[in-house]
């Protein structure tokens, strides 16, 4: 790591130990609200201390770093409990996206709001027919005087209660091809017509269902051009698969199981020990094969095979490790670790099915990483 990225490690780490953070993330842990607690507050006190998007340029909001400042940061955050999902959606994933893709005008306008978290987004892709493969997406959106008219569901999207506008992917036009006739939109969620419902779910953090119905929006929501969403989507879904945010709760989880392996005298079984090791070799690899990704990306030569390949490796291991956590420490996995009301890994026995689902699931990840990379390379028969 970089002498700079180092620096801007030590100063996360200073921030996110100060009496305030802490009292912010204590007062988050009571779910006041009673859905699955709003990080808002304490986003923007870390949002204000300028730590949010260390990887974009100064003008946005950013520090103009590399991105060995952003892996530093999401570690930082997941090892201290900063609940990431709203953040990685809104400014890693909907924020970078912008930045690579957006107008000069939304990039002035939405990044250094999105940094600070004055501003949050979700992404609303999912429908309940159509979550791989997202051709099939059947909300609309049909131009109506100088505006586009939105009608259509959106499901198991996260953190949308939270959010302030959501990138949405619509059908604009139903004769052209399954993947030209998608484009892209960002929608302010206070529209007349958005009802946001809660879906509970297995992990602390629940899905929703969107409905819209005649939401109106001016020409400014569009982003991109009209039946440029696919490849838009793909864009993303390069820069959304780097698999660090898998990675740095695998990584987080796998140290706290060695804590407690330590604690309880399980770490003399050689058993213990090689899957230590095992898990240990596992999650360094999935380190790697992230950093590779944001390497590319910060060279400008993104790569969806390479990004399928990071996500699928960095969420399986973290998976792996979270269930052998159960099988290693059983019982003593629903008793609190050192920190009071620390129930990291329960919560994460939870949260872990769905690791291999979002983003891309598993299989669809192997599915483009053979496609371009196996059978493309393949001896011919004849
Ligand atoms: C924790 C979590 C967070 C999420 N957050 C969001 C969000 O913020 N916004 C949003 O829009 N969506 C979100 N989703 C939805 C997610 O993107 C979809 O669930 C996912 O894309 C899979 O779609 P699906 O559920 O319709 O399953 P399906 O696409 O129906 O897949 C079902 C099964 O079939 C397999 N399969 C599908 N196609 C193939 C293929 N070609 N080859 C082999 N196997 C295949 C899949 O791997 C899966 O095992 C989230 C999901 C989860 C679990």
């Known amino acids: 790591m970089p002498p700079q990225s180092v620096d801007f490690a030590n100063e996360v780490e200073e921030i996110l130990t100060a009496p305030e953070t802490e009292r912010l993330l204590r007062e988050l842990a009571t779910r006041q609200d009673g859905m699955d607690g709003d990080p808002r507050a304490l986003y923007r006190h870390l949002g204000d201390a300028g730590i949010l998007a260390p990887s974009w340029p100064v003008e946005y909001g950013g520090r103009g770093a590399d991105f060995t400042a952003t892996v530093a940061l999401l570690e930082k955050l997941v090892a201290h409990r900063i609940p990431q999902n709203l953040y990685c959606i809104s400014v890693q994933n909907v924020g970078s996206l912008i930045l690579a893709a957006g107008s000069e005008q939304q990039r002035r306008t939405l990044l250094p709001a999105l940094a600070s978290t004055e501003l949050t987004s979700c992404i609303l892709f999912t429908e309940p027919g159509n979550g791989s493969d997202l051709a099939g997406i059947t909300t609309t959106a049909v131009r109506d005087g100088t505006g586009w008219v939105l009608n259509g569901r959106k499901t198991y999207n996260l953190k949308s209660a939270y959010a302030d506008i959501a990138l949405i992917a619509v059908r ?95 770490r003399q079984s050689d058993a213990v020990r090689t ?22 990306l910060q060279d400008g030569s993104p790569d969806i095979a390479e990004s399928s390949f990071a996500k699928w490796h960095c969420s399986e291991s973290a998976q792996r490790i979270a269930w052998w956590a159960l099988d290693t420490l059983g019982q003593d996995l629903l008793e609190p670790g050192p920190d009071p009301g620390d129930r990291t890994l329960e919560a ?19 599915d483009i990483l053979s496609s371009a990379r196996v059978f493309t390379h393949a001896p011919r028969e004849d």
């Open 348 to 366: 994460a026995f939870r949260e872990a099915p769905g690791m291999t689902i979002s983003g891309g699931a598993s299989e669809v990840m192997l």
């Open 275 to 296: 899957e230590l090791a095992r898990h240990e070799a596992r999650i360094t690899a999935s380190k790697l094969l992230s950093c590779q990704v944001m390497q590319n």
């Open 172 to 266: 604009t036009d139903p004769q052209s091809s399954q993947y030209e006739g998608l484009t892209l939109f960002l929608v302010p969620l206070d529209a007349p017509g958005v009802v946001i419902r809660p879906i509970p779910s297995l992990a602390d953090e629940q899905f929703h269902d969107i409905w819209f119905t005649d939401v109106r929006v001016d020409e400014s929501a569009l982003f991109g051009q009209v039946g440029e969403g696919w490849s838009l989507i793909t864009q993303m879904f390069a820069a959304e698969r780097t698999g660090l945010d898998y990675y740095a709760r695998g990584r987080h989880w796998l140290d706290l199981v060695a804590q407690r392996v330590d604690r309880n005298g399980a």
